[in-house]
């Protein structure tokens, strides 16, 4: 995500595939095709309002990272501002009820954290841009966009952990099956914490740039040095 173009469009094309997943059921607006218990009319809307935001900044991210649209930075601070303030600061408050109406312990916690955090790397990366500090800006993106793509990586991993159960002794089909809602708060609190620490370890894996006094040139290592 740091300079290659492929990653981010990799990740814009899996955005819009998983995006249309998770709002397709929802497009018909009606209470019965929701795939979520829900208890009423007013947690169908939250629940809704969630959903529709998050595919809003699950698809515009990986565009924050594209280095074309970055260079056009009219460009670049429209599509953030729409990714923060039409996705994330939605998503993340009202996935706070959602989370708490869940009834499940692992998801009440899980996906509370992350939607607090959702919130606060979104703004600590919004007032680094605004000081024009735009490397600090961009590692708070990256982080923010870990969190958004729990849609992603949390649906990848409850599959994996149902599987690697097969072993144990839950290896018929009806088995895994009943498995299945224990391991979706369990999938989407790994997802989010995988995705920070894969966030945090390209952060750190950064070559770091040599600092040279102002006004000279570096020189190369093999160069004479000069006579004294």
């Given at each position: 995500m740091r300079n290659g173009r492929p990653v981010a469009?990799?990740?814009?094309?899996?955005?819009?595939?998983?995006?249309?997943?998770?709002?397709?059921?929802?497009?018909s607006l009606d209470l019965a095709d929701s795939r979520l218990d829900v208890r009423g009319g007013p947690h169908y809307a939250v629940l809704v309002?969630?959903?529709?935001?998050?595919?809003?900044?699950?698809?515009?991210?990986?565009?924050?990272?594209?280095?074309?649209?970055?260079?056009?930075?009219?460009?670049?601070?429209?599509?953030?501002?729409?990714?923060?303030l039409a996705g994330v600061l939605p998503s993340a408050v009202a996935g706070i009820p959602v989370a708490l109406w869940s009834g499940r312990?692992?998801?009440?916690?899980?996906?509370?954290?992350?939607?607090?955090?959702?919130?606060?790397?979104?703004?600590?990366?919004?007032?680094?841009?605004r000081r024009r500090d735009f490397a600090t800006h961009r590692a708070w993106m990256m982080r923010n966009y870990a969190l958004t793509f729990?849609?992603?990586?949390?649906?990848?991993?409850?599959?994996?952990?149902?599987?690697?159960?097969?072993?144990?002794?839950?290896?018929?089909?009806?088995?895994?099956?009943?498995?299945?809602?224990?391991?979706?708060?369990?999938?989407?609190?790994?997802?989010?914490?995988?995705n920070l620490l894969v966030v945090e370890w390209l952060l750190r894996r950064r070559p770091r740039r040599p600092r040279h006094t102002a006004g000279r040139s570096p020189r190369p290592a093999d160069a004479p040095a000069p006579p004294r």
């Open positions: 469009w990799l990740l814009f094309g899996v955005a819009i595939v998983v995006g249309l997943v998770l709002t397709y059921p929802y497009l309002a969630h959903i529709f935001t998050a595919a809003v900044a699950l698809v515009l991210g990986p565009l924050q990272f594209v280095p074309r649209i970055r260079a056009r930075r009219r460009v670049h601070r429209a599509l953030g501002r729409v990714y923060l312990p692992v998801t009440q916690v899980g996906l509370t954290t992350a939607a607090v955090l959702w919130l606060v790397t979104g703004v600590l990366a919004f007032r680094a841009a729990l849609a992603v990586t949390s649906r990848v991993l409850v599959p994996l952990l149902l599987l690697a159960q097969i072993p144990f002794g839950g290896a018929e089909p009806g088995a895994i099956a009943e498995r299945a809602p224990a391991m979706i708060p369990v999938g989407q609190t790994l997802g989010w914490i995988l």
